[in-house]
């Protein structure tokens, strides 16, 4: 049974950091291209980060470039998003998917940037 469980959601002032993690199983996780998601109230989903099998290739949304950085553990099944320097608008369920031969997402997991 797949599943991808997103974790470290949460509220944060603006300039604050939070880490999301994404957990695997039921697939080889290696073979798979991991991303980062997000979608905020009333917008539609958004591409934020992405990155290769090996963890080589890593590719970010222009809005996030120099603020997230996304990573992934194979040993672990785990890919993170590092996020600095919050603002507001980086307010939305964030969300991972894996991308390989199949498509696999996250139920989500809420971030609120606010003072």
């Known amino acids: 049974q797949v599943q991808l469980v997103e974790s470290g959601g949460g509220l944060v002032q603006p300039g604050g950091s939070l880490r999301l993690s994404c957990a695997a199983s039921?697939?080889?996780?290696?073979?798979?291209?991991m991303y980062w998601y997000r979608q905020a109230p009333g917008k539609e989903r958004e591409w934020v980060a992405g990155?290769?099998?090996?963890?080589?290739?890593?590719s970010y949304a222009d809005s996030v470039q120099g603020r997230f950085t996304i990573s992934r553990d194979n040993a672990k099944n785990t890919v993170h998003l590092q996020m600095n320097s919050l603002k507001p608008e980086d307010t939305a369920v964030y969300y991972c998917?894996?991308?390989?031969?199949?498509?696999?997402w996250g139920q989500g997991t809420q971030v609120t940037v606010s003072s």
């Open positions: 039921g697939f080889t996780f290696s073979r798979y291209a």
């Open positions: 990155i290769g099998g090996a963890g080589v290739t890593k």
């Open positions: 998917k894996a991308q390989g031969p199949s498509a696999y």
